[in-house]
Each structure stands twice: as structure tokens, then as C-alpha cells.
């Protein structure tokens, strides 16, 4: 079945760019989506069909997707941002949910 | 505002059937385009998807648990719910529910959860 790889974690200092990779074979023709989960709370989406944000998501969240990799890119980061972050893909082969398996965003 | 919520008890034992159940309010469960999905998490641990139902009873799920799941909908009550039999201890995990949209495009599909309940912490321990 397809596998979605994420490094298990990112840190960045407050007000840089972090950019959170998730990797797929040929991910580039799949639609990918991103969630992001803080502590003791259910994920929330964040970005969806590679780059485009849900009404209420800064645009300091955008996506891309080329290749074997789609990547999350966090621009301006601020203390409020860490947290786990889950890419997830439609497996069409099999018809099933792919989740990715998250990369915690460490703001130094 | 639509609102997921999780439902059900907190603690099973081992090789019994884990059941729960997600009232939906603020919206309705039969709408076109959306089906209604079960996430779980275990404790330290990332993501895994159950399954999914549409209000027509049509279902996707996970197969690595397809045999030990059940997934209805009761669009009377605006519910949907899960029964997962089996369990052992490797079922601990906080369980959620969520919208799950299905959008068709050229070439692939728009499938992603845009609305999740709060989660429900699932023991299972004798």
C-alpha cells in the first residue's frame, strides 16, 4: 500500500520558515493534504489539495506538491505554531485514507 | 456551526467489540459529497484512518482492520457509528470522528477531513 514518510521532527526559530516535507512515490499526482494537531487537541486542516487554505488559515500556511515530494511551509513562524503536523493522500489503488506520520514543529 | 461528537465507553476489555457512536449537529448527515469518517490515535502516536460511511450506507475502510470493523449510519438520529471487534490492547487510542469530503477530479480525487469531533480515549484492559 502507499507509504507517506515524514521526518519525525522540525525546529525552527520564531519568525524564519519551516518547511515540513512529506514524501510519496509519484506523490506529485496525488492531492495532498495537510492537518496540523497541538497537544490535547483533534487536528485541524490546514491545508488542502496541495496549497489551498481552509477560511481561517493564515496565509503564512502554504503547500506545494512536485515530484516525490510535497512539502508544508510555514512562513513567519511564531510560538503558536508548534505543533504536529500530518500530511494525508487519497489511495486510489486501494480506495483508502493514506496519513503520513507526522513531524512535531519545535519553535526554539 | 457544525459539531462532531464522539460517544461511548471509555473502557473495554480484551477480545470484546468496541462501539461508538457520532452525533452530528449544526448540519445534516445526508449531504451530497461527504461521507463520515473514523480516525484514531494511540496514545504518542500518529494518525490512522478506520473507515468512512456515506448517508447511503456505502463505506471505504482501512484494510488492515477491515475484518474487525463495522461502520453504520442512522440518518434518523444523525448519527453514524463504529463497532470494532477483537480488540486487544494494541486498540488503546483516542478515537475521533470526521467529515469527510469526497470530491472527484480529472485524474485523481479531493479526499480530506474538514470537520473532526473532540476525540474519545478508548482503554482497552480487563
Known amino acids: 500500500s502507499y507509504v507517506l514518510t515524514q521526518p519525525p521532527s522540525v525546529s525552527v526559530a520564531p519568525g524564519q520558515t519551516a518547511r515540513i516535507p512529506c514524501g510519496g512515490n509519484n506523490i506529485g499526482s496525488k492531492n495532498v493534504h495537510w492537518y496540523q494537531q497541538k497537544p490535547g487537541q483533534a487536528p485541524v486542516l490546514v491545508v488542502y489539495d496541495d496549497s489551498d487554505r481552509p477560511s481561517g488559515i493564515p496565509e503564512r500556511f502554504s503547500g506545494s506538491n512536485s515530484g516525490n515530494t510535497a512539502t508544508l511551509t510555514i512562513s513567519r513562524v511564531e510560538a503558536g505554531d508548534e505543533a504536529d503536523y500530518y500530511c494525508?493522500?487519497?489511495?486510489?489503488?486501494?480506495?483508502?485514507?493514506?496519513f503520513g506520520g507526522g513531524t512535531k514543529v519545535t519553535v526554539l | 456551526q457544525l459539531q462532531l461528537r464522539e460517544s461511548g465507553p471509555g473502557l473495554v476489555k480484551p477480545s470484546e467489540t468496541l462501539s461508538l457512536t457520532c452525533t452530528v449537529s449544526?448540519?445534516?448527515?445526508?449531504?451530497?459529497?461527504?461521507?463520515w469518517g473514523w480516525i484514531r490515535q494511540p496514545p504518542g502516536k500518529g494518525l490512522e484512518w478506520i473507515g468512512s460511511?456515506?448517508?447511503?450506507?456505502?463505506?471505504y475502510r482501512n484494510p488492515s482492520l477491515n475484518r474487525r470493523v463495522t461502520i453504520s449510519v442512522d440518518t434518523s438520529k444523525n448519527q453514524f457509528s463504529l463497532k470494532l471487534s477483537s480488540v486487544t490492547a494494541a486498540d488503546t487510542a483516542v478515537y475521533y470522528c470526521?467529515?469527510?469530503?469526497?470530491?472527484?477530479?480529472?485524474?485523481?480525487?479531493?479526499?480530506?477531513?474538514?470537520?473532526w469531533g473532540q476525540g474519545t480515549l478508548v482503554t482497552v484492559s480487563s
Open positions: 494525508q493522500v487519497w489511495d486510489s489503488s486501494g480506495d483508502h485514507v493514506v
Open positions: 449544526g448540519g445534516s448527515i445526508i449531504i451530497g459529497s461527504y461521507y
Open positions: 460511511i456515506y448517508y447511503s450506507g456505502s463505506t
Open positions: 470526521a467529515r469527510h469530503l469526497e470530491v472527484a477530479k480529472v485524474g485523481s480525487a479531493l479526499q480530506y477531513f474538514d470537520y
